[in-house]
């Protein structure tokens, strides 16, 4: 168990990296505190297996230095890191059985029998696999190899953190949330530093206390599931996390209001002087939107076309247009919506404003 | 030109695969295959397709038996999960493909393929190879293929499962513009009820090789005929309980629910019945109305991003929850929710739906 | 009828069927014939029976030759399937190290068998060659010619040059079939690079493994062409093994018949030997899955 440390960190696959635009990973700081479960959340190429892999020891960071409860690591190779890692396929060993796949990292370390059995039978009773420990391993289903390959981590009591890298690419979906759930209960029993690595919403926001959102090398959002769906620290965060994502629209915000399409809106605080030159826009996420008939919205209501309405079963989703911009609005399941002379309300507490992509601090 | 397939069943080895499949597919139609993996999706496809020949029945096109002819006498389209194409032709020639083998003249050939290449947005990158494009370019290209093709069957068979979630969402929303402009006859395989209802068309549920319902998408969802087809069309898991209804009360089996049978379970005959709801209608916040509280314990809880899947536990029940936006609930803490008595499915005991939220169809 | 019926694909399968009957069946027919009769030429033939196959079996010379043969494959396969697997697992996995070595590894089957053959016939002399003479000039008493252990480590030697390349080509391709993370893994697990081997990549070769074994045994049973040129079978009869028995018996002596039975019983010793490596070998990773299988159902 440790808290991690990344400090300055920076990595790039080239020999000689000239501008930003060649670093696979740029500038990152941050602390893994000791017994946090943590998501490392991003679509592929943003990063997020190079930081893994930086973590765990299998690449070197071109920039910067990496420290394990303040003893720095950075030149250590993965076997002196005392790390234990998932990967995206089950890595066991095929000629062994369950049991010995599981004592395989106490034995490498030349633990006592007796002390290895016990650990061994303990691990494999809470992953459910203790009625499998003479079976060879490569009998077994994708979601029960997985399984062994965490065993292998958590039998090490001393491992400082546990990796896991899209570890539930092959597993049946009807069985991820059971896999899912286990991982946290498992989580909060041994208090091990988990990092989790995945490009799918609902894993890292499920597993996960605080998720790391990445977006083309850099870290845009470090916050629980609830700061990542309320307020979005960066464009890419509300478009990336919520199924339809957050709406974008260009606005000019003067105060606490915001003009969208020549229409005024009100905002729920007051906004200062925001950067010159800056792209402003504002997010609304389709949740936080209603319909309603011209002449009948109160408040913040602007007029919109609506060009499709999904019905999605528990919702429905109303594909509005307000002037050039397409906006979702997500409407429930029965209720009416109306077809013509349609307005879209707003609530104004749960606008976030965004210069250049990055949201702006009411009041500052 | 409908495709007919009457009486088909197909065996193989002993086991049986396709049980008694009557469907009529109208020109110009959305057909889903909806159901579980196993569920014979695949086999039926490949019977209509003519890749397998089936053991009973006969597949008519236009009237005409096809039964015994090969794949390549009938005019038909496929587009399969893995990303199939020509790795070595650019996206333009894999377009091209089958025109080529049809022989067609240049001018012609070139109009169609640009056509469709607008249509799927892929006019930008028609020089490329499919490896320097994305996964979710490399599946607009083996769809930009099949529709080319002019073929009057287009088989399409969970085209989207391969790919990462928000391009998913992208490609389901475009889908059904799509197929409106070919006119082909369509037939789209998913294990999700989401993407059948984005889809729109008609819906097939299947079970265990059999169709148990086929009609109208929303209708489909909305009035299931049997417990088989709800449990089928729902995602999460359709929740369950057995009851027993006496007089003016009904009592549940597995978990302590006292209900007035109002609502669903108005004026039917006293005796045993299994109702069903939804997850969205299984609420964590009293909905108003004449909605009853019970007590559960919380299991987990799955956060989509603007959604959290709450999995409880009533009595012997496994019960789940949607709510919308984040709820983190403490595993095995107590939970109240509430059920409405107006939104349920009632289900006698041949599993024959007999009463739901909406005048439900005669049981035929 | 599980597929619509589709009869094409015979006709693919037609150039093979008459490819095969050409040049193994209408011969081995042939070869059948000769060896129930006896002829002295001039296509005259007499009715032998069962006559050359009886004086075969109980022929002493057979029973040298085929002794001769199964130990000279037996070293042939306890030299070079560890030789190939130690050498394979030395060659780089990337870099420019890879085309290099691959190239290298490839050089010597390249060559054809009869110019090996000569290769270290001229290589092994004591008077001009290379290695015959260093020998000699280190004082070594080396001469394949005279000395019958001195031809058969010549023989062994060139063979194991020759052929190891093969078992190396396989095994490698075996490795580098093996995905990143389970080394990966097993560096996290602590494994020691002996167990990596044991538990990684020696079951991920199991396969190619396998096939090597099976092509260096039925090759090396039937060599000819080599130890033919350097020693001729000598000195004496030494290194006359079965396939250049079988040629003096037939071109040397011009015995049709008996050379003829002599051929088939060479063939099915080969066929049931190759048979039963397979499957002992294929049952070898079969039964290890199908006990452990059956304990699954409890």
């Known amino acids: 168990m440790a808290r991690i440390t990344l400090e300055g960190l920076a990595h790039s696959y080239l020999p000689a990296p000239r501008g930003p635009e060649d670093f696979a990973l740029k500038q990152l700081d941050h602390v893994w505190e000791d017994g946090g479960a943590y998501a490392l959340l991003g679509p592929s190429g943003c990063g997020k297996t190079t930081l893994l892999n930086i973590i765990s020891g299998l690449i070197r960071p071109t920039r910067g230095e990496i420290r394990f409860d303040g003893q720095d690591v950075t030149d250590l190779p993965p076997e002196q890191r005392n790390i234990a890692q998932v990967f995206q396929f089950p890595v066991i060993y095929d000629t062994m059985t369950v049991y010995e796949n599981l004592a395989f990292p106490l034995c490498n370390r030349r633990m006592a029998p007796r002390a290895v059995d016990a650990r061994v039978r303990e691990i494999a009773e809470m992953l459910d696999l203790g009625s499998e420990l003479r079976r060879k391993a490569r009998n077994l289903t994708a979601d029960a190899k997985q399984k062994i390959s965490l065993g292998r981590g958590l039998v090490r009591a001393d491992v400082a953190a546990i990796l896991f890298d899209e570890p539930l690419t092959v597993i049946d979906p009807h069985l991820k949330w059971l896999l899912r759930s286990q991982l946290k209960h498992l989580h909060r029993r041994f208090d091990f530093t988990m990092i989790y690595v995945t490009h799918d919403q609902t894993e890292a926001l499920t597993f996960a206390d605080k998720v790391v959102v990445m977006y083309e090398g850099e870290v845009v959002q470090v916050g629980t599931p609830d700061e990542l769906f309320e307020r979005p620290a960066h464009t890419f965060v509300g478009y990336f996390i919520g199924s339809p994502g957050m709406n974008i629209l260009p606005a000019e915000i003067s105060g606490d209001r915001a003009r969208i399409e020549g229409h005024e809106l009100p905002l729920g605080a007051a906004y200062g002087r925001l950067p010159a030159g800056a792209r402003v826009e504002i997010g609304i996420r389709p949740e936080f939107l209603s319909l309603a008939r011209a002449g009948e919205a109160a408040g913040a209501a602007v007029p919109a076309t609506i060009r499709a309405v999904e019905d999605v079963g528990r919702y429905r989703i109303a594909r509005t247009r307000i002037g050039e911009h397409e906006v979702a609005v997500v409407a429930p399941e029965d209720g009416e919506i109306p077809s013509d002379g349609a307005c879209v309300v707003f609530d104004p507490q749960r606008i976030n404003v965004y210069a250049d992509g990055h949201r702006v601090q009411e009041g500052g | ?348 005991g041949g599993g024959r739906l007999v009463a739901g939220p909406r005048p439900a169809r005669q049981a035929a | ?113 009869n110019v090996v053959g000569t290769i270290w016939q001229i290589f092994g002399r004591v008077d001009i060659g290379l290695l015959g003479h260093t020998l000699f000039g280190l004082g070594l008493d080396y001469n394949y010619v005279r000395d019958p252990l001195d031809a058969w480590i010549t023989i062994i030697v060139m063979d194991v040059w020759h052929w190891t390349s093969l078992v190396v080509l396989l095994c490698y391709a075996g490795l580098v079939s093996i995905p990143e993370a389970y080394y990966q893994a097993a560096r996290i697990d602590g494994a020691s690079r002996w167990a990596v081997f044991r538990y990684i990549q020696l079951p991920k070769m199991h396969r190619v493994l396998l096939i090597a074994i099976l092509l260096r045994f039925m090759d090396s049973f039937m060599i000819y062409t080599e130890p033919f040129v350097v020693t001729g079978g000598g000195p004496g009869n030494s290194t006359t093994f079965l396939s250049i028995d079988l040629v003096k018996m037939a071109i040397g002596q011009f015995d049709l018949g008996k050379a003829a039975a002599m051929s088939l019983v060479y063939f099915l010793i080969i066929l049931l030997l190759s048979w039963i490596f397979y499957t002992v070998m294929t049952n070898a990773g079969a039964e290890r899955g199908r006990a452990t299988g059956g304990e699954g159902g409890r």
């Open chain 2, 1 to 348: 030109m409908a495709l007919e397939l009457i009486g088909i069943s197909k065996t193989v080895g002993g086991e049986a695969h396709i049980v008694d499949v009557s469907l009529t597919l109208e020109k110009g139609s959305i057909n889903v295959l909806l159901g579980p993996t196993l569920s014979g999706k695949t086999s039926l496809m490949r019977l209509m397709a003519g890749l397998d020949r089936p053991t009973e029945g006969q597949v008519r096109v236009g009237g005409r038996e096809v039964t015994g002819e090969p794949v390549q006498r009938r005019n038909v389209a496929m587009v399969y999960q893995q990303f199939i194409n020509y790795p070595t032709l650019t996206v333009y020639e894999n377009i091209a493909s089958p025109l080529r083998v049809a022989g067609v003249d240049r001018a012609t050939l070139d109009r169609r393929v640009r056509e469709a290449a607008e249509l799927l947005r892929l006019s930008p990158m028609l020089e490329r190879t499919p490896l320097e494009l994305s996964g979710g370019q490399q599946q607009r290209t083996a769809l930009a293929r099949a529709l080319v093709k002019g073929a009057e069957l287009v088989l399409l068979d969970e085209p989207l499962a391969n790919l990462d979630y928000k391009l998913r969402e992208e490609l389901r929303a475009e889908l059904p513009r799509i197929f409106q402009e070919s006119g082909a006859i369509f037939v789209y395989a998913t294990t999700e009820p989401t993407e059948a209802l984005l889809l729109g068309g008609r819906t097939a549920t299947l079970h265990q090789g059999r169709v148990t319902q086929f009609g109208p998408t929303p209708e489909v969802y909305r009035q299931p005929i049997d417990l088989t087809t709800a449990r089928t069309f729902s995602d999460p898991p359709l929740n369950v309980l057995a009851v027993t209804k006496q007089g003016e009360r009904a009592t549940g089996v597995g978990a302590p629910l006292e209900l007035a049978a109002e609502g669903s379970l108005a004026g039917l005959p006293d005796g045993r019945y299994t109702i069903g709801f939804r997850p969205h209608h299984l609420y964590l916040a009293p909905p108003g109305g004449r909605a009853v509280a019970l007590t559960a314990t919380v299991a987990v809880t799955e956060i989509t991003g603007s959604e959290s899947f709450v999995h409880l536990d009533v009595g012997s029940e496994r019960w789940v929850a949607i709510a919308h936006g984040i709820h983190e609930l403490a595993v095995d803490a107590p939970a109240q929710v509430w059920i409405d008595p107006a939104r349920l499915f009632v289900f006698d």
């Open chain 3, 1 to 113: 009828m599980d597929k619509t019926w589709n009869n094409k694909g015979w006709f693919f399968v037609l150039p093979v069927l008459a490819l095969v009957l050409f040049s193994a069946a209408i011969p081995l027919m042939t070869v059948v014939n000769y060896s129930v009769q006896d002829t002295f030429g001039n296509n005259v033939f007499f009715w032998a029976g069962s006559e050359w196959f009886e004086e075969l079996l109980h022929s002493q010379r057979f029973h040298d030759a085929l002794w001769r043969q199964f130990l000279f494959s037996a070293i042939i396969l306890a030299i070079e399937v560890p030789l190939g697997i130690g050498v394979a697992l030395a060659m780089p996995r990337k870099g420019w190290g890879v085309p290099v070595c691959l190239v290298t590894m490839a050089l010597p089957l390249l060559i054809p068998w």
